[in-house]
């Protein structure tokens, strides 16, 4: 077991000294998390505080983040580890005069071993967070790697043997669900699922986040993200954009959110003009 916290009120609190406004159910499924040593997959739209849960976990426990961005095509290589070639080659050349089982011996050791995200957050002695994020986006291929690292946290090399972690990395999977990842993956983790924050709490860390903001602002862009999000855009708002919009009307001065105020600013919350041009055309702001 982990043992970062003793309760979940602890977590919440830690979480919320990092900045983190955890819900219940985040707190929760923290705490469990880490007494049990179990890996924690979490899902939900993206921008919804996936990736700063793994950060503010690291932050408040003082541990090392070694992170794995996940994409289209990252293989073995790029996940776990790989020989150092140019360096094999060298100690090849110098050692011509040696037989091919001295050599061999040599340049399949530590020293020629370049070790990645995975490898590296199991080797670890010291706290560590491994964060995988958005597994969704690699091969399947590559869940089978994670089978073996987070179901016994170890890795195996065929030429140096298994190696077990001495101290369990707190692991974090995120998934925006733009693929099934399957069901031997989940049955390892437990699972979280992150959605949009309601009102109140998005308020709340927009206050946090951006603490010279006025309450009555707060109250009312927080109102207008909410709105943009019932709508069907190509890309919702996420909390991220929620925050540099408060950031954005308190840099111009805003006591009050106007119409051309918004549509001015759009930008900052919307990414894609369809979108800019859907919300121009149906956000009423005085019946917000």
Request: a negative charge; hydrophobic letters at 45%.
């Amino acid at each position: 077991m982990t043992g970062f916290f003793t309760s979940v009120d602890e977590v919440a609190a830690r979480l919320a000294e990092a900045g983190y406004l955890a819900s219940d159910a985040v707190a929760t499924t923290v705490y469990l998390a880490d007494r049990l040593g179990k890996p924690l997959l979490v899902e939900g739209p993206a921008g919804v505080g996936k990736t700063e849960l793994a950060k503010a976990v690291a932050q408040v426990t003082g541990s090392r983040l070694v992170r794995l961005q996940c994409y289209e095509g990252v293989d073995e290589s790029r996940a776990l580890y790989e020989w150092n070639h140019a360096k094999q080659l060298l100690r090849i050349t110098a050692g011509r005069d040696e037989t091919w089982d001295q050599t061999r011996n040599d340049i399949f050791s530590e020293e020629f071993l370049l070790s990645r995200p995975l490898l590296t957050a199991i080797r670890g002695d010291e706290p560590t967070v491994l964060l995988i994020d958005e597994t969704d986006k690699a091969d399947v291929e590559v869940e089978g790697l994670l089978l073996e690292v987070l179901g016994d946290f170890q890795v195996t090399v065929p030429e140096l043997g298994t190696i077990t972690a001495t101290q369990r990395p707190f692991a974090v999977l995120t998934s925006n669900a733009t693929r099934e990842l399957s069901e031997a993956l989940r049955r390892r983790c437990l699972f979280l699922h992150i959605d949009f924050p309601d009102e109140d709490l998005e308020k709340r860390i927009v206050l946090a986040r951006v603490p010279d903001i006025d309450d009555t602002l707060a109250t009312s862009l927080v109102r207008v993200i909410n709105a943009l999000r019932a709508m069907e855009l190509r890309k919702s708002p996420s909390v991220a954009e929620t925050i540099d919009w408060a950031r954005t009307l308190l840099e111009l001065g805003a006591e009050g959110l106007t119409e051309e105020l918004v549509r001015d600013s759009l930008g900052v919350i919307l990414k894609h003009q369809e979108d800019i041009v859907k919300a121009g055309q149906r956000l009423e702001l005085d019946k917000l």
